[in-house]
């Protein structure tokens, strides 16, 4: 027996008590004593470092109670009692008495005689080696049942079942286990289960994290490869734990494996499935960064050459010696360049809408003065075509809080589209009418709707090409692509610049050949004070004075029509080619003001300004072919004060250049 059992001696004899404890502290045990019942409770009750290993009672004691009398309430009081052996010292020699005592669980019974003292030693030696017996008979009984259990138990379970000593060696496979390998259990016991069924691949992290949880006493949780009677290989869960005893032991390890290919398979398929949809998302990405890169420039090639055209033709129609049989030669031109431009700024506009940057710039607008300005542009179209204009502006709520120039965008794409659409000499009518908002019951303007119907007697559409009409680049089949060209984008755009103004358009045709009605509903305000801001932009001012503008192009057909154009607003005007002769003339020459394109030979236009405004404040305008909002941004930046795109609208310049300059 280890040298620090700990022995309680219980005995009323101070004399005795005395002797008796040196006797055993000789022997090399730990002893506690006490003379009376009450000062050995609290030892017998403790359960920790100072719990006694074996009790030592004198059978009389001082009092009522005998030494047979402490022990039974001791185990009766305190589980923790059960576990203790006891002797029983006692100086009589009735026979009944010593039966009585065993009965009760008592492991020894020693006379006190004179030979006491000295076979107690031996005595206590003999009751703690029985004691140890009887624990391990126990656990070794429990171990046995628990064994037992455990094989039940894993012949009953779907996965594969497995034990190993505490060594980690494995003692046991399930029958689930034997028949999934096909290989006898002799072939797999101890660890050559590590090199017999375990994929090559996985075989030393399993063989490492198996020795390192049976060194650290620890959980054992690992996925690997367990091959199949047939050769294949598949994927299993597998946990084991370890079975302690009383004392923290390790008795056995016990562990499951369960089949877990087919989830695998399916996560490893959605990871893979995840990253070709991350790589087509970056694809798709790079793909649309691309097109928009592909469509400014695009817009910039194509704008280029528009500019000096359209500049021109403003300059023809502007020419008081220009014969009046040419004049609508020189408005079909302008026209058709404008329309040019208007399709390339509906491009522009979808990238814009998809991306969700269409920004809007809100103000109070008369809905009915804007669609009298529409018609004004659509007048040589209709009288060419001579169609019959029916205008019926009836609402009497006709104020929007909208983007003037985005409504205008609107119901051009409309009309036009109802005048393209409506063979010669046919009819077209413009309706407008106010009707209470949705769930509304108030009557006020705030709650009312207006009603924008635009009735063609044109070809008209099937039910099937109605779901496809505000779709891009749709116009409702190919006949009607080739029979009426165009890019089929102005209602996608409509549709989106409707939505953002809080509003709905729809269409309506009774079938092919049977004209449509296209129908614009958008939210209403109270009518505007005097004092309020106007309905519509006002047209464009001559400069109040007359302006010294430096213009910097190097496309020499649009620096000399350009040139040209603004001097016959009263301007007195230079043009350079380059950045470097740009920033000479400013530094020998004063100028009111700069109007810049942005790609020249040697340098940009952001390079040119940010140079300037190192050292001048002049008022300074950017012409580019690249109108996206990253351009504008850029330009603005760099230290422009405005942009206009190109082909440069004369009188938006115009209205520009006496914003930026004083009086």
């Known amino acids: 027996m280890p040298e620090s059992a700990h022995v309680l001696l219980l005995d009323d004899d101070e004399g005795i008590l005395r002797l008796a404890r040196k006797a055993l502290e000789r022997a090399g045990y730990r002893v506690s004593a006490a003379s009376s019942a009450d000062a050995a409770w609290s030892l017998v009750a403790n359960t920790g470092a100072a719990a006694p290993d074996l009790l030592v009672l004198d059978y009389q004691l001082n009092n009522s109670q005998t030494g047979l009398d402490f022990f039974r309430n001791a185990r009766a009081n305190h589980p923790s009692a059960n576990a203790i052996p006891a002797i029983l010292v006692t100086g009589f020699s009735d026979e009944s008495k010593i039966i009585e005592a065993l009965r009760a669980g008592i492991s020894d019974v020693i006379p006190k005689a004179g030979e006491y003292l000295d076979y107690l030693p031996e005595a206590v030696e003999r009751a703690l080696a029985q004691a140890r017996d009887r624990r391990q008979a126990a656990q070794a009984e429990l171990l046995r ?21 505490p060594n980690g060696d494995c003692d046991f496979l399930s029958k689930q286990w034997l028949d999934y390998t096909g290989m006898p259990q002799d072939q797999q016991l ?97 793909a649309n960064h691309a097109k928009d890169r592909f469509l400014a420039m695009l817009s910039h090639e194509l704008r280029t050459p528009l500019t000096p055209v359209l500049a021109a033709a403003q300059m023809l129609e502007a020419a008081a010696d220009l014969p009046d049989s040419l004049r609508p030669d020189a408005a079909i031109i302008r026209r058709n360049i404008e329309l040019e431009a208007r399709l390339i700024d509906d491009l522009l506009d979808l990238t814009r809408v998809s991306k969700g940057k269409l920004q809007l710039s809100l103000e109070t607008v008369d809905a009915h003065a804007a669609i009298r300005a529409v018609l004004d542009l659509f007048r040589a179209d209709i009288q060419e075509k001579h169609l019959q204009l029916e205008l019926h502006l009836d609402a009497p709520h006709h104020h929007l809080r909208a983007d003037y120039a985005r409504l205008q965008q609107m119901l051009w794409n409309l009309i036009k589209n109802a005048a393209k659409f409506t063979p010669d000499r046919g009819r077209i009518a413009i309706h407008t009418s106010n009707r209470p908002a949705l769930n509304s019951a108030a009557d006020t303007p705030d709650s009312q709707r ?39 984008l102005g209602l996608a755009i409509t549709k989106a610049l409707v939505e953002l103004h809080g509003g709905s358009v729809s269409a309506h045709s009774l ?22 801001r106007p309905d519509q932009p006002s047209p464009a001012n001559p400069a109040r004075r007359s302006l010294r503008i430096l213009l910097v192009e190097d496309h020499p057909d649009t620096a000399r029509v350009m040139g040209r154009l603004i001097a016959t607003l009263g301007h007195q005007v230079e043009t350079v080619g380059s950045v470097t002769d740009a920033l000479e003339r400013l530094a ?25 405004r190192k050292r001048s404040n002049i008022p300074a305008i950017a012409l580019s072919g690249f109108g996206m909002e990253e351009d504008v941004r850029q330009c603005l930046d760099a230290g422009f004060n405005g942009h206009l795109t190109k082909p440069v609208n004369i009188d938006r310049l115009n209205l520009l250049m006496h914003d930026l300059t004083p009086p």
Not at 475 to 483: A, D
Not at 511 to 532: H, K, Y
Not at 592 to 606: H, K
Request: charged letters at 30%.
């Open 511 to 532: 079938g092919e050949g049977l004209g449509a009605t296209f129908s614009l509903e958008l939210p209403v305000i109270s009518s505007p004070a005097r004092n309020d």
């Open 145 to 165: 049942e628990r064994e037992e259990h455990y094989r039940t138990l894993a012949e009953a379970l779907p996965q594969l079942v497995w034990t190993c000593l």
């Open 588 to 612: 020998h020459a004063p100028f009111d003001l700069l109007a810049s394109d942005v790609g020249l030979p040697d340098g940009t236009g952001l390079d040119l300004i940010r140079e300037i």
């Open 190 to 286: 101890q660890l050559k289960w590590i090199d017999t069924v375990i994929h090559p691949d996985d075989r030393q992290r399993t063989a490492k994290a198996w020795s390192d949880a049976v060194a650290g006493r620890a959980p054992y949780d690992l996925e690997y490869r367990i091959r199949r009677h047939d050769g294949a290989y598949r994927w299993f869960k597998v946990r084991g734990v370890p079975v302690k005893d009383l004392e923290g032991r390790i008795l056995k390890w016990f562990g499951t494996c369960t089949d877990v290919h087919d989830t695998r398979e399916l996560l490893e398929e959605r990871e893979r499935l995840l990253a070709a949809e991350q790589h087509a998302r970056l694809e798709a990405e790079r």
């Open 450 to 488: 207006l009603l924008i119907e635009i009735r063609d007697s044109g070809i008209g559409f099937s039910p099937e090409q109605a779901l496809r009409l505000f779709t891009a680049f749709e116009q409702g089949g190919h006949n009607v692509t080739r029979r009426f060209g165009g890019l089929g």
